[in-house]
């Protein structure tokens, strides 16, 4: 009965145990422990970002050009596709492709032995013709002195003038046929019809040439313009002299200007394009063939406008990074029209407004609501003298 009663009081004390407070040490520690997480919350926390002038961009109305696009490729005005003009044996090719040539230079000699001899027939055929001529002159001469003194006949008169004249339509008809035979000889040597640069060599040493063979390409590198062709729907809004902007193929970066030269009158049957001809206005390219797509500046109008590099595109969505009130960096959605080719600038339908500021080239550490503090000029020069301070103070 007495152990009953002993186990019975040791259970009820250790309950009591069990519900005692916690001491005030304890407290202090969960207190110290709880804040713990909002001052690391705290420490993360983006510092305020110095921002200087030359780091915005104003948003601002500037000219907008607009007109259609237009795409082609950049020809030479001047070029030559030489071909073989008889049907000879190719005997030497004197240029390569991409060899400067001045107006003249021989660039292709083909056999010219069956020619050269068709010519010295020819001229002997004129000496022959000549010869026969003189002698029918002479006869003629002859019959008139005997006619004069009543020693020949009328009809024997007559007979030497037709002599004479049949002897001078045999030197004519030799004559041409000694220039024909010598226009041969000479279309043995194909020259270049202009100063420019070979831009295709298609015939070798040993080739047969027919007449109309393609033998050499020659281009006037001075002489590039771009050939393109717009919608014809646009067509109404096309002028002569309107400016084009536009970038080539193989010159990355660069943007070329020109002017409109001529608009055909007509449209492709097939593809219901209107070819253009644009003149250049500055720097030309030196390789012809080259893609070429601009837009010409059939318009100008005003609207808000921002650069490229200001701009952040995610997907689908763009957005730039606003400085609200000189105070914090807000990420602002932007709605973009047009490309202006000329500045590279996009137009700003909506998103923005004229005189906000952005950051002009936003880095991915950027925060939504993160503070901003302007730097001036003072300030930038005196951060960037570190020691100044202390060289007074020593």
Request: hydrophobic share 40%; net charge positive.
């Amino acid at each position: 009965m007495l152990r009953k009663t002993l186990l019975a009081f040791a259970i009820a004390s250790a309950l009591a145990a069990c519900g005692k407070e916690p001491a005030k040490g304890t407290d202090k520690a969960a207190d110290k422990a709880a804040s713990a997480p909002a001052a690391k919350a705290d420490d993360k926390q983006a510092p305020a970002l110095s921002v200087a002038p030359e780091d915005l961009v104003t948003v601002s109305s500037n000219a907008l050009a607009s007109g259609p696009v237009v795409t082609g490729s950049i020809q030479p005005e001047r070029k030559a596709d030489l071909r073989a003009e008889v049907s000879a044996i190719v005997l030497q090719v004197l240029k390569e492709n991409g060899e400067a040539v001045k107006k003249g230079d021989l660039l292709v000699r083909l056999d010219d032995t069956s020619l050269r001899d068709s010519v010295n027939s020819a001229e002997e055929a004129v000496r022959a013709s000549t010869q026969s001529l003189e002698q029918a002159v002479r006869m003629l001469e002859r019959q008139k002195t005997l006619r004069a003194s009543g020693m020949t006949s009328a009809q024997a008169m007559e007979d030497a003038e037709i002599r004479r004249n049949n002897a001078q339509s045999d030197l004519a008809a030799a004559k041409a046929r000694a220039v024909g035979a010598r226009q041969q000889l000479h279309r043995t040597e194909v020259r270049a019809p202009f100063d420019g640069i070979v831009s295709e060599r298609k015939a070798s040493s040993g080739d047969t040439a027919q007449i109309g063979k393609e033998l050499i390409k020659v281009i006037d590198p001075t002489s590039m313009r771009f050939e393109g062709s717009i919608s014809a729907d646009k067509v109404g809004v096309i002028k002569v002299g309107q400016p084009v902007q536009f970038a080539i193929n193989g010159y990355p970066g660069q943007s070329f200007g020109g002017k409109v030269r001529r608009v055909d009158p007509a449209a492709n049957p097939v593809t219901r394009q209107v070819e253009v001809l644009v003149d250049f206005t500055d720097k030309v390219p030196r390789v012809a063939g080259l893609f070429a797509e601009g837009r010409i500046e059939a318009e100008t109008t005003s609207a808000l406008m921002v650069p490229d590099m200001a701009l952040v595109r995610q997907g689908d969505s763009t957005y730039a990074w606003k400085v609200k009130d000189n105070k914090a960096l807000a990420k602002t959605s932007v709605n973009l029209g047009a490309r202006d080719a000329r500045t590279g600038h996009w137009q700003v339908l909506a998103g923005l407004t004229e005189g906000d500021k952005v950051m002009r080239a936003p880095s991915s550490g950027f925060r939504d609501g993160q503070q901003v503090q302007m730097a001036t000029q003072k300030t930038v020069a005196s951060a960037s003298t570190p020691g100044a301070d202390a060289s007074k103070g020593n």
